[in-house]
């Protein structure tokens, strides 16, 4: 139960904020998830806590992409676990994409942890569990350079949440097209992924949801018509102009 009253101005918030915490007591977020959420609130709140126009372009792109993708796979850490679990295991249903774990700050112990409540909220086969089946992503140091050798090293695209950097390029120069969630427009991440989707995950989860079972009906040519005509860079560009007139405007408001 929460502490937070309903009426308070930023319940939304603070309740991502508390789903995070528990999270953390729960064994599933690392330490460093937490910093790493403060930063993407600061960048929710100047992106006014909703979902843009230009994240709405590129989850249409992405879920092109997806339904297209031969092999697609999710990737999830410690905060998407703990922020939207149920929401991962409808995405990978409604997409046909795998799971797998793959931690940033590796700890087997949270692993396990991670695996045990996807399963709890439906996840059938989880990748990145078994240790005959690691593998390692070349051009990366960390420890995400390990991955299941058939789930994303095999895929042909993977949605890679709250990601780092040095990943997502190891992955792009791997072939393999990279789809993430970043609140932040300017990270590396959000600059090198082929569709960035400038928005909190616990709310751009759920629109890939539905886009995704939106298009799933549509013919291959509609679906490469969308992402022909759509350009990355473009796309994060217009997101930042979204969110200095969205400023400007609230500064006028002061
Ligand atoms: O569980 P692990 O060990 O794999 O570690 C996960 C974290 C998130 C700690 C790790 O990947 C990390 O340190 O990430 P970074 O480099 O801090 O990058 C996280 C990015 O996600 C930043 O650009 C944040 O602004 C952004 N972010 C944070 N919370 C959200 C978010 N983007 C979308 N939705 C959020 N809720």
């Known amino acids: 139960m929460t502490l937070i009253p309903k009426s308070h101005p930023r319940f939304q918030s603070l309740l991502i904020r508390e789903k995070l915490v528990k999270g953390f007591d729960d064994g599933l977020v690392a330490k460093e998830g937490l910093l790493a959420h403060g930063r993407g609130?600061?960048?929710?709140?100047?992106?006014?806590?909703?979902?843009l126009k230009t994240a709405k372009i590129a989850i249409k792109a992405a879920a092109a992409s997806i339904l297209l993708a031969k092999n697609p796979v999710i990737s999830v850490n410690g905060n998407?676990?703990?922020?939207?679990p149920?929401?991962?295991?409808?995405?990978?249903?409604?997409s046909k994409a795998k799971i797998e774990v793959n931690l940033f700050y590796a700890n087997e112990k949270r692993k396990q942890k991670i695996v045990k409540i996807?399963?709890?909220?439906?996840a059938k086969e989880i990748f990145g569990v078994l240790k005959?089946?690691?593998?390692?992503?070349i051009g990366i140091d960390s420890s995400r350079r390990i991955v299941d050798k058939n789930g994303i090293f095999a895929s042909d695209l993977v949605i890679v949440p709250l990601e780092d950097g040095?990943?997502?390029?190891?992955?792009?120069?791997?072939?393999?097209?990279?789809?993430?969630?970043?609140?932040?427009?300017?990270?590396?991440?959000a600059q090198t992924a082929n569709i960035s989707i400038i928005d909190n995950v616990v709310r751009g989860i759920v629109e890939l949801i539905t886009e995704c079972?939106?298009?799933?009906?549509?013919?291959?040519?509609?679906?490469?018509?969308?992402?022909k005509n759509f350009d990355?860079?473009?796309?994060?560009?217009?997101?930042?102009?979204?969110i200095k007139s969205n400023l400007s405007r609230r500064a006028k408001n002061a």
């Open 41 to 51: 609130e600061a960048f929710d709140y100047i992106l006014g806590e909703k979902t």
């Open 80 to 84: 998407v676990a703990a922020l939207c």
């Open 86 to 94: 149920k929401e991962i295991v409808r995405l990978s249903k409604v």
């Open 118 to 122: 996807l399963k709890k909220n439906g």
């Open 132 to 137: 005959k089946n690691a593998t390692r992503l």
């Open 166 to 189: 040095d990943r997502t390029l190891a992955l792009r120069r791997a072939k393999k097209q990279v789809i993430t969630f970043d609140l932040n427009p300017l990270s590396r991440t």
């Open 213 to 227: 079972a939106r298009l799933s009906t549509k013919k291959s040519s509609e679906l490469e018509k969308i992402i």
């Open 232 to 242: 990355n860079k473009k796309n994060l560009t217009h997101n930042v102009i979204e």
